[in-house]
C-alpha cells in the first residue's frame, strides 16, 4: 500500500457492512484496510484486463 493515501467515503448495503466487518475482526485488520486492498486489486485487476 502507498505510504500517501487519499481519503474515500463509501455506502454500502448493511448486509455488505456487516459481512466486511466480521471479515475485518476475522483477520484482525481494519474495515478500511480490507476496503481499500479490494478496490486496488480491482482496479489492478481492471488495468492489466485493457492492456492484455
Excluded: C, D, H
Excluded at 14 to 28: G, H, T
Excluded at 35 to 44: D, G, H, T, W
Aim: charged share 35%; glycine share 4%; no cysteine.
Amino acid at each position: 500500500m502507498p505510504t500517501s493515501q487519499e481519503p474515500l467515503t463509501v455506502y454500502l448495503p448493511p448486509e455488505v457492512k456487516e459481512a466486511l466487518q466480521k471479515w475485518a475482526e476475522e483477520e484482525e485488520r481494519s474495515m478500511s484496510f480490507l476496503a481499500a486492498k479490494a478496490i486496488i486489486e480491482a482496479v489492478k485487476s481492471r488495468k492489466k484486463g485493457k492492456n492484455g
